[in-house]
């Protein structure tokens, strides 16, 4: 064999040799890719990223409800208000405690507050572990009886406020918020205060039902 031929032989070897390689490198590639897909730890990481993301939305937003409450709260409690001028026998005002409407509402937004605040460590604790179960689960729970002990203080309380603004023919209720007008504007500011939080516990149900869905 002369010089000419084994030149074209050794250059075909040497292709052969490095598409092998070049194949096998792809091989270990989509292996190592594979592996890492299949992997449960590689998983269970994606996982845990995105619950403590859910977890941190759901402290955000306690915060918030907590103080829409507590706003409510504060705001019905401290509603009264007398009119400058009186009678002999009598003298005009308005409080919260004169309807019993707005005392329940009080004492259920009270609640309330109350539970959010003692929430708040249980919510921290689902930023710190967010791949623990109990806590969410014990949230969703309490979230679902505050959210409706809320809806009902606030749907009661509105009703009374809406009134007190128009009053009601049929029932002979005289729309009081002409005289009233500080008190009126308290009460509304209360009850519309009690809605956002009604919004956001409903919010933070839906991220604990999501959450532990997904768990």
């Given amino acids: 064999m002369n010089r000419s031929d084994s030149a074209p032989m ?3 070897h ?3 040799s490095y598409s092998r390689r070049k194949a096998a490198h792809k091989d270990e590639a989509y292996h190592v ?9 590689h998983d269970h990481n994606k996982g845990a990223g995105w619950k403590k993301g859910v977890a941190v939305l759901d402290f955000i937003l306690r915060l918030g409800a907590t103080a829409a409450a507590l706003g409510a709260t504060v705001t019905m409690a401290s509603s009264e208000q007398t009119l400058p001028f ?3 026998f009598f003298q005009f005002s308005a409080g919260y405690d004169d309807m019993p409407t707005f005392t329940f509402f009080v004492i259920a937004m009270a609640i309330v507050s109350g539970y959010l605040v003692l929430s708040l460590p249980f919510s921290i604790v689902s930023v710190v572990r967010p791949k623990l179960v109990a806590p969410r689960l014990l949230l969703l729970i309490f979230d679902t009886v505050a959210l409706t002990l ?7 309380a509105a009703a009374i406020v809406y009134l007190a603004h128009n009053g009601s023919s049929d029932a002979n209720w005289l729309a009081i918020c002409q005289q009233f007008t500080d008190f009126c504007q308290q009460t509304s500011g209360a009850v519309v205060s009690a809605f956002v939080a009604v919004v956001m516990f409903t919010v933070l149900i839906l991220l604990s039902a999501v959450a532990l869905r997904k768990a």
């Fill in 10 to 12: 050794i250059s075909t």
């Fill in 14 to 16: 040497a292709e052969s």
């Fill in 33 to 41: 890719m594979r592996v890492l897909a299949a992997d449960p730890k």
């Fill in 86 to 88: 009186f009678t002999q």
């Fill in 150 to 156: 809320n809806t009902s203080a606030a749907a009661a």
